[in-house]
Antibody
Framework: QVQVVQSGAEVKKPGASVNLSCRTSGYNFALYNIHWVRQAPGQRPEWMGWIHGGSGDTKFSQNFQGRVTITKDTSANIAYLDLTSLTSEDTAVYYC?????????WGQGTLVTVAS | EIVLTQSPGTLSLSPGERATLSCRASQSVSNNYLAWYQQKPGQAPRLLIYAASSRATGIPDRFSGSGSGTDFTLTISRLESEDFAVYYCQQYGSSYTFGQGTKLEIK
């Protein structure tokens, strides 16, 4: 069965960067995108970007252009999210999820807290 | 960017009743690429419906989706206790955007 498992919670200071990982199993990693979606407390989910598990093509929301990088290790079925120049507004649960068009299987989420 | 507006913000119903949730898009959703998710506190969203009306794997048939263009509906035919949650619509026809959610609460 498809499984998506994310790295643990992070606490960062303003101005720092965070790197999150997303390990998948149970399907052909190279055939699907991995999306990153974040959700601030009490807010709707917000799509950040995706990477294709085979080609490595990426697409990002304009809201994060220049601050976000998504990479992958196809041999290990892992995707990574790097987010730079963190502010308190980046405090949220970050989800990775599998998707072709629609997004189907989601990880458990990683809480990132940005505080001085 | 396509803006999705959900209504009502909160829906108070009793188990066994029928729930109707609405999602309106600011412009036509390409290919009716509209999905519905259920989210419970502390959990990730769970895919219910994709392509406006197709049920995801393992989703009970009391959940159904309909609509096209700019107006979409999620219907839960007979509410069960585990259905009380927040529901989001999402479009994936032009980038990805989510509605603000409808909270379905027990009356």
């Amino acid at each position: 069965q498809v499984q998506v498992v994310q790295s643990g919670a992070e606490v960062k200071k303003p101005g720092a960067s965070v790197n999150l990982s997303c390990r998948t199993s149970g399907y052909n990693f190279a055939l699907y995108n991995i999306h990153w979606v974040r959700q601030a407390p009490g807010q709707r989910p917000e799509w950040m970007g995706w990477i294709h598990g085979g080609s490595g093509d990426t697409k990002f929301s304009q809201n994060f252009q220049g601050r976000v990088t998504i990479t992958k290790d196809t041999s290990a079925n892992i995707a990574y999210l790097d987010l730079t120049s963190l502010t308190s507004e980046d405090t949220a649960v970050y989800y990775c999820a599998r998707g072709g068009g629609f997004i189907d299987y989601w990880g458990q989420g990683t809480l990132v807290t940005v505080a001085s | 960017e396509i803006v999705l507006t959900q209504s009502p913000g909160t829906l108070s119903l009793s188990p066994g009743e029928r729930a109707t949730l609405s999602c309106r898009a600011s412009q036509s959703v390409s290919n009716n690429y509209l999905a519905w998710y259920q989210q419970k506190p502390g959990q990730a969203p769970r895919l219910l419906i994709y392509a406006a009306s197709s049920r995801a794997t393992g989703i009970p048939d009391r959940f159904s989706g309909s609509g096209s263009g700019t107006d979409f509906t999620l219907t839960i035919s007979r509410l069960e206790s585990e259905d009380f949650a927040v529901y989001y619509c999402q479009q994936y026809g032009s980038s990805y955007t989510f509605g603000q959610g409808t909270k379905l609460e027990i009356k």
